[in-house]
């Protein structure tokens, strides 16, 4: 076994097997073979993932775990963490899309061979794509290394780990006891093999991804190697603060600068020079351990393609650790791509994982920019967009405030999802610094450093679009900038986003729509627009078409005319001189005038009609007493616990009685996708998927679909009116065959609180159901029917009290509102 090889957990060997716990633990209890543990501790044991395969495969156990599964798990269960196996596999998955032929030599022999092989292939690959000083230095920066590898793997040959889907008849790698020693200089030659510069102050690294030394340190420090590694926990959007900056010696202070007394400049380099590339080829003494994954990724690619393959373990990465990051919802994206228009060059300074650059249209010639603090999250945005697009990639880790890696760019457009309420942004080390145009932040404006950030990488006539924290706009400490930033025209749109539409969701952000001037209209006017009417009720996202119809088609007419007629509680212009009061409050809803009352008394008349009518029907579907039939008398007391022979979903896959699939992350097809929050909510269909060549799965009438994070007992049989909608991520669908499984009768026992309970596992973020795990009776189908029925009608039970409450929300509302605006009157 390769030392330090990949490992997996009992609940690991459980999901890849299609059994619970338990079953794990049996069978090593009974199976004297079962491969013993490499690690962990003794009360939670991790096993070498290669080992329990094999075993697996002998016992003929591992049929009917998909690829997916074991690929994940492998990453999951990296030595050096699933981070850098993310970026190891997204370096393989380049290559395979766009020099597959490449990868296919590499990988024809050993694991050892193929580590040797690849930095020298992947440079090939990394250097045009993102540009010369990106990946050059890493594929020699250990080249000895390399060599030493290939040299112990030839004197003393190990088994490497199979790879995924490996076929029986495979060959183990150095299997020959008689195959001579690897001839470094014949069989593993460097693709580009021309010497080039060595990178600025090199530092050690023990992983793909390479961070900067500390901003502005001084000589001394310019040899440390305590330079953050990959593991590291990200802020939000790579807010990770960076070590103290000085002074430009070359800066003048702004018009509105106050710089603290102690702010002096002081000769230092520039922070350019400290802006450290996105990624460095990784040598292969590190790929070495990653190479069943990277075969596995490769597997994976083969059936999906490498650009889905990729997104399939990034997403499922982030849904494994929702705490960690801040993501910026698809819809959002687009909908700032949009306001930004048609653009040859895009910058996001806080790129996180590329949400908003990959939203971008593209067009010949375009280059996309990118930088974040976190190097690892620098790394996975620069090989999600080079899979994504023909673009010429620019990534770059540090800190875009202090350590600006694109200082002479000057942009086409801007797209920012930056760090809210960050203290230690640099104010004090960046009080003399040019970007300031229209004023020196105060430290809790942070926000607006990064929006004169934006402003300052834009050409004349450039677009930045920038998501805000609703108190940016009428923040008493930042009304200076934002009143020199409406006389000087800069600031050209604020949008309010609905309750939901991005993280934080308990708050309505704001979309901020600047443009650099290149002239000053002679009578300027700012678009307000508040789309919160467009909240959905529940757990699910706004409605994000009306979202974007509202908000597009306002802001077209407001570019062509210059200004916008109102829209009674949805838009309008406003002149700049009227937002320039004492506080300079640029909160759309202050602004707009409430819309009347949708028909005033008579709506609500008609409301409280739909709502009687509904509270009646109600009253019908009422179910009858628990103890007793529908429609029989009543027992003489409480049922008894009925005790019946159970099976579970894991087993009904396997012996064909259900077709089990999971929800994707894109899709030929164009159509409505099911969201968990739907599921949730009992709503419509509401989400959409980004467009790839994975095939969509289709919902069928009859099937089942069931949430698996959150910790509900939610099942819901697919009707005829959703029938057809894509399924979404996190949800997993039951097609059962109809002569064997009622769908009512398995949505119905899928739904029982203890059930759910034994097939979750619980994490410190998030419950996660197993539904291979969830139980229900083995009964006669006419058995079935008969519970499938009352199943079902405590569904349409459940339904009509929703659209009741609904209706109820909806006249109270109406009635505030209408007794508040003067349209129903109290008598």
Not at 541 to 560: H, K, T, Y
Not at 599 to 620: C, P, Q
Not at 788 to 793: C, D, E, I, L, N
Request: hydrophobic share 40%; glycine share 10%; with cysteine.
């Amino acid at each position: 076994m390769l030392e330090n090889a990949t490992e997996v957990t009992a609940a690991g060997i459980a999901r890849l097997a299609g059994v619970g716990r338990a079953a794990v633990s049996n069978w090593r209890r009974r199976h004297p073979d079962f491969p013993k543990p490499v690690g962990g501790s003794e009360t939670s044991p991790s096993f070498a993932l290669a080992e329990v395969e094999s075993w697996l495969r002998a016992q003929g156990k591992l049929a009917e775990v998909p690829l997916r599964e074991r690929v994940w798990q492998q990453l999951a269960g990296h030595p050096e963490g699933p981070l850098t196996a993310l970026v190891h596999a997204g370096c393989a998955l380049l290559l395979i899309h766009e020099r597959p032929t490449v990868w296919l030599d590499a990988s024809a022999g050993s694991d050892a061979r193929l580590a040797a092989m690849l930095p020298g292939a992947l440079e090939q690959v990394l250097r045009p794509r993102f540009g010369g000083a990106s990946a050059g230095a890493g594929a020699r920066s250990d080249a000895e290394g390399v060599n030493t590898a290939l040299t112990r793997s030839a004197v003393n040959p190990a088994p490497a780990a199979p790879p995924v889907n490996a076929s029986p008849a495979a060959p183990l790698v150095n299997a020959s006891s008689t195959a001579p020693p690897v001839d470094t200089s014949s069989v593993v030659p460097l693709v580009n093999t021309s010497p080039a510069p060595p990178p600025v102050n090199p530092v050690p690294t023990s992983s793909a991804v390479t961070a900067s030394p500390p901003v502005h340190s001084t000589p001394a420090a310019h040899g440390s190697t305590a330079s953050p590694t990959v593991h590291s926990t990200p802020a939000a959007h790579g807010s990770t603060a960076s070590p103290q900056a000085t002074l430009s010696p070359h800066a003048t202070p702004s018009p509105h600068a106050t710089p603290p007394p102690h702010a002096t400049p002081s000769p230092q380099d520039t922070p350019a020079a400290r802006a450290a590339p996105a990624l460095r080829t990784p040598t292969g003494p590190q790929l070495l351990p990653s190479a069943p994954l990277l075969r596995g990724a490769a597997e994976l690619a083969a059936e999906v393609g490498a650009r889905q393959a990729f997104e399939f373990l990034l997403g499922r990465h982030l849904d494994a650790n929702p705490r960690q990051y801040t993501l910026t919802p698809a819809e959002l994206a687009g909908l700032m791509a949009d306001l930004a228009g048609p653009a040859r060059t895009v910058l996001d300074p806080a790129c996180g994982t590329g949400a908003l650059l990959r939203a971008v249209d593209t067009r010949p010639g375009q280059e996309l920019y990118a930088q974040d603090s976190a190097p690892d999250l620098a790394a996975l945005s620069a090989l999600r967009l080079a899979l994504h697009t023909r673009a010429a990639v620019r990534g770059a880790v540090g800190d875009s405030l202090r350590a600006d890696a694109h200082p002479e760019l000057r942009a086409d457009a801007v797209l920012c999802h930056p760090p809210f309420n960050e203290r230690n942004w640099g104010h004090d080390e960046l009080a003399y610094d040019p970007r300031w145009e229209y004023g020196f932040p105060a430290r809790t404006e942070s926000e607006l450093a990064w929006v004169q950030h934006a402003l300052a990488r834009l050409t004349d006539g450039g677009t930045a679009v920038l998501v805000m924290p609703p108190a940016a706009a009428s923040r008493r400490s930042g009304r200076r900038i934002r009143a020199d930033l409406l006389r000087r025209g800069a600031l050209r749109a604020v949008v309010a986003l609905p309750v939901g539409a991005a993280p934080p969701y308990n708050i309505p952000l704001h979309l901020w729509v600047l443009r650099r001037p290149d002239r000053t209209p002679a009578a300027p006017e700012v678009l307000l627009v508040d789309t919160g009417r467009f909240a959905a009720g529940g757990r699910g996202g706004p409605d994000w078409v009306a979202v974007r119809e509202a908000v597009l088609d306002a802001w077209r007419v407001f570019g062509r005319a210059g200004r916008l007629a109102e829209r009674p509680g949805l838009a309008r212009s406003v002149p700049v001189i009227a937002l320039l009061g004492d506080d300079v409050d640029l909160a759309p809803a202050r602004h707009l005038p409430p819309p009347a009352v949708a028909g005033g008394a008579a709506h609500l008349a008609e409301v409280r009609e739909r709502l009687g009518e509904t509270l009646r029907l109600t009253d019908g579907l009422t179910p009858a007493p628990a103890d007793r039939a529908p429609d029989g008398p009543p027992s003489a007391g409480p049922a008894p616990a009925a005790r019946r022979p159970v099976t579970t979903i894991g087993e009904l896959a396997r012996g064909g009685a259900l077709v089990l699939r999971t929800g994707g992350n894109g899709g030929h097809a164009r159509v409505p996708v099911l969201t968990d929050h739907d599921v949730l909510a009992g709503t419509a269909p509401s989400g959409t998927l980004p467009e790839s060549e994975e095939e969509a799965v289709l919902t069928e009438t009859g099937d089942i679909v069931v949430p698996v994070l959150g910790g509900g007992s939610v099942a819901r049989v697919i009707d005829e009116g959703t029938a057809g909608a894509a399924l979404g991520r996190n949800l997993v669908l039951l097609r059962p065959d109809r002569a064997a499984l009622d769908p009512w009768f398995l949505a119905g026992f899928l739904r029982g609180t203890a059930n759910n309970r034994q097939a979750s596992s619980y994490a410190s973020t998030a419950t996660r159901l197993d539904v291979r795990r969830l139980q229900l009776p083995r009964l006669p189908l006419e058995e079935q029917r008969r519970y499938g029925a009352r199943f079902r009608a405590l569904d349409e039970f459940e339904r009509a009290l929703r659209h009741a409450s609904r209706l109820g929300e909806q006249l109270v509302r109406g009635m505030y509102d209408g007794l508040t605006d003067g349209t129903v009157l109290p008598g």
